[in-house]
């Protein structure tokens, strides 16, 4: 550690907030990042950014590749802290929620290298340990500014990065071809479902609007929830699975406090603040296995035969407007999920499509997989190379 340097954040960095506005400035204009768009991301999705209107955004507050956003402000402290770097040269703002970060020197700070570094567990500690606020969690400018950071030289710096980058470039590669799995899958459901160009269709009579066989159904009366099944489980026992099973969530947070173990294959629709959009939910994940999940999840399958596959495709089909509740944090209501009719197709033909889907999401198995075994060797390997007991 001889090598490495202790700085402040605001020693080699400038900081502000992000921009402020109403809702009227939700218009095609300007690329915007919000909270919800972090996740656990190290760049941003840029295609899947909202915009607002350029009026709303003053030349100030444009990011810069190489810049780090931070999220500033939540109702969940876990979200307080995250982080994403700017990779590429296009217009991009972010919101009054949101930190931005600049290295006033790149040629002797890297902004992948310090990217990397705010996502070691130390620095988070030291970093949303003592945010505050009463139902909004804050991290002030002064407070990551007044972070401590140890550094090497910047040749250290760019080999560090360059390691972990290895990661998580195959990591991106695996997820967007997972995404094209996901889409091949939805235009098929769309083909056969929305279009109604399925096997067979030419043939088909309409009975009272709809092809013969097909019934508006409850969506309560073709799923499952497992919501209420839950058992806890000891501190112990909690110690032990978190090492062995994945972790999905509304903010896939790493909270275990009230966190429980399933097994089978699972929907899971997100609540917990995050945005809602009318078109689609704000998290929709198709996983499979022993898995955790926390309060703010429902987890649902299929019965009668109704593949999760078709389920998962038939959600993302979906608008929701009519079964979200809340104003300052929308969540997505049981309740009125379970009370909403929705055109179902027959049982023979659902079986038919998910035998052919079955394939893609086979598929999106083996690479998710790959992408969870990747990402738990990065970071694995973060900490020691951040802390200097790797050298390279």
């Known amino acids: 550690m001889s090598e490495w340097k202790c700085y402040k954040l605001n020693e080699i960095s400038s900081l502000s907030n992000g921009i402020n506005f109403d809702k009227s400035a939700y218009t095609s204009g300007v690329k915007l990042i919000g909270v919800s768009d972090f996740k656990n991301r190290i760049h941003p999705d840029y295609d899947s950014l909202q915009e607002v209107d350029s009026k709303v955004v003053k030349s100030g507050d444009y990011l810069e590749k190489g810049d780090i956003v931070f999220v500033r402000s939540n109702g969940n402290k876990e979200l307080v802290g995250r982080c994403m770097m700017i990779d590429r040269d296009i217009p991009v703002t972010y919101s009054g929620f949101c930190i931005k970060l600049r290295l006033n020197d790149k040629k002797i700070f890297d902004p992948v290298f310090f990217n990397y570094l705010f996502k070691t567990r130390q620095f988070k500690k030291s970093m949303t340990g003592t945010a505050v606020g009463a139902n909004i969690q804050n991290l002030?400018?002064?407070?990551?500014?007044?972070?401590?950071?140890?550094?090497?030289?910047?040749?250290?710096?760019?080999?560090?990065?360059?390691?972990?980058?290895?990661?998580?470039?195959?990591?991106?590669?695996?997820?967007?071809?997972?995404?094209?799995?996901?889409?091949?899958?939805?235009?098929?459901?769309?083909?056969?479902?929305?279009?109604?160009?399925?096997?067979?269709?030419?043939?088909?009579?309409?009975?009272?609007?709809?092809?013969?066989?097909?019934?508006?159904?409850?969506?309560?009366?073709?799923?499952?929830?497992?919501?209420?099944?839950?058992?806890?489980?000891?501190?112990?026992?909690?110690?032990?699975?978190?090492?062995?099973?994945?972790?999905?969530?509304?903010?896939?947070?790493?909270?275990?406090?009230?966190?429980?173990?399933?097994?089978?294959?699972?929907?899971?629709?997100?609540?917990?603040?995050?945005?809602?959009?009318?078109?689609?939910?704000p998290v929709l994940q198709y996983v499979w296995g022993k898995f955790w999940v926390n309060n703010h999840a429902h987890v649902l399958r299929g019965k009668e035969g109704i593949s999760t596959e078709f389920l998962f495709s038939m959600f993302k089909e979906m608008p929701i407007a009519d079964v979200v509740t809340g104003a300052a944090q929308p969540k997505i209501s049981q309740g009125r999920l379970s009370e909403k009719k929705i055109l179902i197709p027959s049982l023979k033909l659902i079986q038919k499509w998910s035998s052919i889907a079955k394939h893609f999401f086979d598929r999106l198995r083996v690479l998710s997989e790959q992408v969870r075994l990747l990402t738990e060797a990065r970071d694995r390997l973060l900490p020691k190379l951040m802390s200097g007991e790797i050298a390279v």
């Not at 401590?148 to 195959?170: G, M, T």
């Not at 479902?193 to 013969?212: A, S």
């Open 140 to 281: 002030s400018q002064s407070r990551l500014g007044s972070c401590e950071v140890n550094v090497p030289d910047i040749e250290i710096q760019k080999e560090i990065a360059i390691i972990l980058s290895r990661y998580d470039s195959l990591i991106e590669n695996y997820q967007k071809q997972i995404k094209l799995l996901e889409e091949a899958a939805q235009r098929l459901y769309k083909e056969w479902f929305v279009d109604l160009h399925f096997p067979g269709h030419e043939n088909t009579k309409i009975v009272n609007g709809v092809p013969e066989g097909w019934e508006y159904r409850k969506i309560g009366d073709i799923v499952i929830y497992y919501d209420k099944q839950r058992k806890p489980l000891s501190s112990m026992q909690r110690m032990s699975m978190e090492k062995i099973y994945p972790y999905y969530g509304a903010a896939t947070l790493m909270d275990y406090v009230d966190n429980y173990l399933f097994d089978g294959i699972y929907l899971l629709l997100g609540e917990d603040g995050t945005v809602i959009t009318p078109d689609k939910f």
